[in-house]
């Protein structure tokens, strides 16, 4: 199974270890940072699932760091950790780009919930974790599991992101430069090889029709 990787920003280092382990138990990948500049670094390297960011940080406060990634095109759901309960700062929070607030202190199996309701919606906007995709195809985002006449096959990670954006933008041409930035973290050296691999292999499990190459320009997803 693809585990999903989540950036927190907390700068309570109690609090961060301890959401830091549990989310781990639970089986994400974790980048924990405690302050705002350090939390941009990682968004500029990286990509992530999921954002759990403290609002009140030092350097660069939550609300900035969201504010900023969502115009450099991050569109990762993200949850704000907060003490703060004005009416004028869960309006500042959501105009900032967030997705959902949770206020200290708090149970952390209502993190866990928030947390996996989200990377639901987040490409799907489902509540169920099996997504039907055709008569005899579905996708389940929990596992990554793409199942073809009731036989699954588990996609790997990068195949993985690539079948999620298309089945957020089905019937939409998505870029190369759109899906490299998507699979490759910052790091990494994108391959046209090895997308024309996962693409290969995805086309292997649902049939070559589904998705279309499009002429200098990138791919697209055919719903029906």
């Not at 030092?58 to 950790?81: H, M, Q, Y």
């Not at 990377?119 to 579905?138: C, K, T």
Request: charged share 35%; hydrophobic share 35%.
């Amino acid at each position: 199974m693809s585990k999903s990787k989540i950036l927190l920003l907390e700068d309570d280092s109690n609090l961060n270890d301890t959401i830091t382990e549990f989310l781990e138990d639970e089986g994400y990948v974790v980048d924990n940072v405690y302050d705002g500049y350090e939390a941009q670094d990682k968004l500029y390297e990286s990509k992530y699932d999921l954002l759990l960011l403290d609002v009140n940080t030092p350097g660069v406060d939550g609300f900035t760091v969201l504010k900023e990634a969502r115009e450099n095109g991050v569109v990762s759901p993200s949850i704000f950790i907060t003490s703060l309960d004005g009416v004028d700062d869960l309006e500042k929070g959501f105009k900032s780009g967030c997705d959902d607030y949770i206020r200290k202190p708090f149970i952390l199996k209502e993190l866990l919930i928030r947390i996996e309701t989200l990377l639901r919606r987040g490409f799907f906007h489902e509540a169920n974790d099996l997504i039907e995709i055709s008569e005899n195809i579905a996708y389940n985002t929990k596992s990554n599991e793409l199942i073809v006449d009731d036989k699954a096959q588990t996609l790997g990670n990068k195949e993985s992101a690539l079948f999620k954006l298309f089945m957020k933008q089905q019937d939409e041409v998505i870029s190369h430069d759109r899906i490299y930035k998507e699979l490759w973290d910052f790091d990494e050296d994108p391959s046209d090889t090895a997308l024309r691999t996962y693409i290969k292999n995805i086309r292997k499990i649902i049939g070559k029709d589904r998705i279309v190459s499009i002429k200098k320009q990138g791919y697209k997803f055919i719903s029906q």
